[in-house]
């Protein structure tokens, strides 16, 4: 069974959903305010912050493909096995070869 | 309306939750055997919480009229001890016999470990020498595509599994293409700060369709929601969806794929 690739028109969407990603936007925005006002701040963060700010551009991008290119931007690319997965937890973002 | 949640732990809900559950329209229930949020000492916890699994929470449930089946294995987060993964392996077939297991799950990766990779294939091949049904966990956030990756190269090695007989769980927008190129099954796991929420469900239905999609809350210990499954299908009806499709995607569908295991029957 193939569904419609939306059920709703733009209007009806917006309707459902713009109040509620208004307020998700502000959140960022307040995030990012954040971490400008935090001790450090002119260092750029860690790895975490800059994977978070180019998930930011690629928001920003038509196409309608977003969602799963922020969770490519994410996530690790590499194909061999880590040696240990003691003392370890995922993060939320690829460390990659930084520090 | 009936849904069956495919992926929930109940041992670490309230009893307040089943009544819930009942209430809400939730009668069939899968507990997949998980990581309790600490590594356990000694092969006499896995026992214990086998026995959990099979004994106490299906009475538990049937209080509430709710049938409740379990998955079988040993997760990811506790295979990096091979010795006492070793003494684990040992004993899965015994609680395997047991009327409400349906298979062996949740299994997987978890930070794509050597150890890991060594217990996962080992399952995988416990469950072609038995024809059993898995029920496979793929890691959290930046480790989910190259573990699901590593997973499904594992299962095309092994001619024994059919992709049909396979669930591949919490998967995301970046993992179902791959899945679903492998055939297998793939879950949706609704959690409100990981993984997805109802509305991008619901975007991943029109984007990929209903075909062998399984929906479910995994509510567990940390912040989960029980009730997910139920938000979820509401956020159906909220784009117009007709019910015949809410149910075949919260029914029908966990329906099709555990009905693949004799001992199931939906309520």
Redesign the interface.
Known sequence: ????????TTPELLD??FLENRARLLEIASFLDRLERSAGAGEGGDFRQRAFMEALEILSRPGGDR??AI??S??????E??????G???????QGGEP | MKVIDPHIHMVSRSTDDYMALALGGIHTVAEPAFWPGFDRSGVASFHDYFQQLTVTEPARAARFKIRHYSWIGLNSKEA?NLALAEEVLAILPEYLERPSVLGIGEVGL????????AVFERQVELAASRGELLLLHT????????GT??MIDILRNEPRITPERVLIDHA???TIPEIKKYGSWFGLTLYPDSKGSP??AV?A???F???RICINSSADWSVSDPLATLKCANEMR????PEQ?IS?VFYQNPKEFLSQCPKFSAA
């Not at chain 2, 890691?139 to 190259?146: C, F, M, T």
């Open positions: 069974m193939d569904l419609p690739k939306s059920t709703l459902l959903y969602t799963r969770q490519m994410f996530s690790d690319p590499t194909s096995p880590i040696a240990s997965a003691v370890l937890k995922a993060c939320g973002a690829w | 990096e978890n930070k794509n470990s050597r150890n890991e990779i890691p959290h956030l930046e480790d989910k595509l190259k990756r590593i995301e927008e970046h509305a991008r975007d239905l029109e984007i369709g209903p075909d909220r784009r117009r969806y499709l075949r």
